[in-house]
């Protein structure tokens, strides 16, 4: 996601204004544009306070959230690289997600080899992300009460020994199913400490400015790495089998944490990590529902996350059962949606502050996609349709991390991660072995379908439901004019909506 752009909003005060003249000169002020630094104009300086910048003295919330303020304008789809930190911290990232994605193709395979399940793959993958759905929140509450930095360094160890361990097994032939099972579930236990530590981190490096920028280059990032591990992975496989690409990944992990340890701890905004006391968990949670503009795109998320993003369990049944391809044309399929999971995150870098509509948009998109997709009457044109569902499930991955990290308070980040890492990944214990079974039971594309049918319909009704708490209404204009738009929200009374959601649609 790119630096934010000026978002126009209502004007939120202690007392009501009766003034007209006033009232008009508020209202211009808040939709006036702020001002936009040049490219190496401060932006490596840890001390600089923009308007964005909940740390700035005498700022409330209200001066901090993207549908409460403004915010400065995109400064280019790479804006974030010029702050010294993220680039070491991005640069470790290519390294570290490249074996990542080697890991995940191979871990695949590999049970797919000893099992000829995909219902086996359903497990694994249930088995790694079941942690998230018992103990995620408790990561968020650790990522707010410890230095991230640090955090981030003994995760990141942890990560590359537990790879290191699944090499040594299967490299010396002794791996079974319920190793790779026993793998997954402590990697998953580590993964609930450093995926919310890691999302919450990045406003630490970057400031607010940058934060939408920093969000979609990971996205980026982690894409671009999709590209290259699967491919790899595939020659590792054919050529001296899965265990070698376990033992790569752990060496990835030295990359990212060189890149932490290289980085100047004075640059950084670290947030102070809060006193521990009881009650933290349910704080985090109540701030969430008291917040629509939180609460909904949660909830979608959870949907999407439980039932959309099941590539694991669907993709090896298309490669295996479907279209009856090898380990190569397997990770081709992974190729092709990280395509357009890249071009995603690339447009959505040169984006400003995301809006609802464009969330629920994308996430619409996307089902729909998989619906059609699981018609695919051959490999190519499935592997072109992955592609599209690629961008629109990145543009809505991406949408829903920066716009949630935009509207919290910085002390609660941790925790608003910490949920909604739970409710996007920590449903795949459940999602996962159900759309195993339907692939094992009634075929890959039944499954796929399904996916995409529970995803569209969720997206249509989270939509609805935000645009009547908004008071909003859709308009159609099919000569919208110069700068119109053919489709828009507007209120459904006719007046200016003055509430933060109706200003986040």
């Not at 001066?63 to 790479?78: C, I, K, V």
């Not at 991005?90 to 695949?108: E, H």
């Not at 099992?115 to 079941?130: C, D, E, N, R, W």
């Not at 619906?371 to 051959?378: E, G, I, L, S």
Request: one cysteine or more; glycine letters at 12%.
């Amino acid at each position: 996601m790119t630096p934010t752009a000026a978002a126009s909003a209502a004007i939120r005060t202690d007392e009501p204004t009766t003034d007209p003249a006033a009232a008009s000169a508020a209202a211009a002020e808040a939709q006036a544009p702020a001002p936009t630094g040049l490219p190496g104009n401060g932006d490596d300086d840890p001390d600089e306070r923009t308007a964005a910048d909940p740390a700035a003295p005498g700022r409330s919330r209200s001066a901090t959230s993207p549908t409460g303020a403004r915010f400065t304008r995109p400064g280019g789809m790479f804006s974030s690289l010029r702050v010294r930190n993220y680039r070491y911290y991005f640069a470790g990232q290519v390294v570290s997600n490249t074996g990542t994605w080697m890991q995940r193709i191979a871990q695949d395979w590999l049970v797919l080899s000893l099992t000829g399940s995909p219902l086996a793959v359903g497990i694994t993958t249930a088995m790694q992300f079941l942690p998230m759905l018992l103990l995620g929140l408790f990561g968020g509450v650790l990522a707010d009460r410890m230095p991230k930095r640090r955090l981030l360094i003994y995760t990141q160890g942890a990560m590359g020994l537990l790879a290191a361990g699944l090499a040594v097994l299967t490299v010396g032939g002794v791996v079974t199913p319920y190793y790779v099972y026993a793998f997954a579930l402590l990697l998953g236990l580590v993964t609930v400490v450093d995926n919310p530590t890691r999302q919450a981190f990045v406003s630490e490096m970057v400031g607010p400015k940058d934060l939408a920028n920093a969000v979609s280059l990971n996205a980026a990032n982690f894409q671009t790495a999709r590209l290259v591990g699967p491919a790899v992975a595939g020659l590792l496989i054919a050529a001296v089998g899965s265990g070698w690409a376990f033992a790569v990944n752990a060496l990835s992990f030295a990359a990212v944490i060189g890149g932490l340890l290289a980085m100047r701890e004075s640059e950084l905004r670290p947030t102070a990590p809060i006193a521990r006391e009881k009650g933290q968990l349910r704080e985090g949670l109540r701030y969430v529902r008291e917040r629509p503009e939180l609460l909904w795109p949660m909830v979608l998320a959870g949907f999407i996350g439980t039932f959309g993003f099941n590539f694991p369990t669907l993709l090896s049944g298309f490669a295996y059962d479907t279209f009856k391809v090898g380990a190569g044309q397997y990770g081709l399929l992974n190729t092709a949606m990280a395509i357009g999971s890249l071009a995603g995150a690339l447009l959505a870098a040169r984006r400003g502050v995301p809006r609802l509509r464009r969330l629920v948009g994308a996430a619409l998109a996307f089902g729909a996609l998989e619906v059609v997709a699981a018609f695919a009457p051959d490999y190519w044109t499935f592997a072109l349709l992955l592609m599209l569902i690629g961008v629109f499930g990145l543009s809505f991955n991406t949408s829903v991390n920066s716009m949630l990290q935009l509207s919290t308070d910085p002390e609660m980040r941790g925790r608003v991660m910490g949920l909604l890492v739970l409710v996007f990944t920590g449903g795949t214990p459940i999602g996962a072995p159900v759309v195993g079974w339907v692939t094992a039971s009634y075929g890959p594309r039944l499954g796929l379908l399904a996916c995409g049918l529970v995803s569209a319909a969720a997206a249509g009704a989270v939509g609805l439901v935000l645009a009547r708490s908004a008071d909003l209404r859709v308009r159609f204009d099919l000569h919208p004019g110069r700068g119109g738009r053919v489709v828009a929200f507007v209120p459904r009374t006719g007046a200016a909506s003055k509430s933060e959601l109706a200003a986040a649609c």
